[in-house]
């Protein structure tokens, strides 16, 4: 497999500066970018397969989201969250020099990109041309929450990577059938030695601010992205697996009628969240993204 190269970009925060690293994929000087960005507890690596699968048509950079991967982490923990990361993308988007980019993300990583593609400078141009939304919207379910906290942030080692991707599968097999070459692929980014073993990859802090969401911070943040979603006007195609417990039938349902009414997509057998590993699921989202102009 052809390895990405690796990037730095320097982003600031409430303490100084931090570092976002960013995978690389493609010919640096191909001026059509398209960024993908991973779910809370991931990092960039996990979009390798589809960022070689477009690798010949894009510049594709994958950010490993701060506290994650190769980025720094931050000093202050609270500070993870929806306005660090969309102020960290608005950086990686100047620093590439590009002026509008399409964007795959994935939970979290939707998230951001909903958050910027709402986004207009002065002259009315947006930054997101065409966007995935990857198994998330504007509303994520309180079970999902409640599911995540019973292993964000929680301490973790293990003795191999066969070990760790097998407890890593416990908590993640909703994201559909796997091999296990393709499992234990998703699976070496996620470690990190620690040791005589591997830990993950992340800042448990990043488990903070989701301990600290009350019911009311929840809403306030739902009517914000509702708000986010319903100035969109890219293109924007919804992925959305059967079995989802973040992004509910209803939600769903409501995107594809208000904002950009987005093109849904829905796959069977398939919780939250696809992991755009599998052929079909790479070919729906390069099909969307390279379709002509207008259709």
């Not at 990037?7 to 960024?35: F, I, K, Q, S, Y």
């Not at 390798?48 to 510049?59: I, K, P």
Request: net charge negative; proline share 6%; aromatic share 6%.
């Amino acid at each position: 497999m052809t390895e990405p190269r690796l990037l730095h970009v320097p982003c600031l925060d409430t303490r100084g500066l931090h570092r976002m690293a960013c995978w690389e994929w493609g010919d640096a000087a191909n001026p059509r970018v398209l960024v993908c960005v991973h779910g809370l507890s991931r990092q960039g690596r996990d979009f390798d397969t589809l960022a070689q699968a477009l690798a010949d048509d894009y510049r594709v950079i994958c950010p490993d989201v701060v506290g994650r991967g190769r980025s720094q982490r931050l000093a202050d923990p609270m500070g993870y969250g929806l306005p660090t990361y969309v102020a960290d993308m608005v950086t990686l988007l100047a620093r590439l020099g590009a002026e509008q980019v399409d964007w795959v993300g994935t939970s979290m990583g939707g998230l951001i990109g909903m958050v910027l593609a709402s986004l207009r400078d002065r002259d009315g141009r947006g930054l997101v041309r065409r966007l995935v939304l990857n198994d998330v919207g504007p509303k994520v379910e309180t079970r999902f929450i409640a599911r995540l906290l019973t292993y964000l942030g929680q301490p973790a080692h293990w003795r191999t990577v066969e070990e760790a991707a097998d407890a890593l599968w416990a908590i993640s097999s909703s994201f559909g059938p796997h091999t296990r070459e393709q499992w234990l692929a998703l699976t070496r980014p996620m470690l990190v030695p620690d040791g005589e073993g591997f830990k993950l990859h992340y800042d448990p802090a990043i488990a903070l601010p989701v301990r600290a969401l009350t019911p009311e911070l929840a809403a306030a943040g739902e009517a914000v992205l509702w708000h986010s979603y319903d100035h969109i006007t890219a293109p924007t195609l919804l992925l959305r697996g059967v079995e989802s417990d973040v992004l509910s039938t209803a939600t769903a349902q409501a995107m594809t009628e208000r904002g950009p009414r987005a093109r849904l997509h829905e796959l069977p057998g398939i919780g939250h969240a696809p992991t755009l590993v599998a052929a079909d699921q790479v070919a729906l989202v390069r099909g969307f993204l390279l379709e002509p102009h207008g259709a």
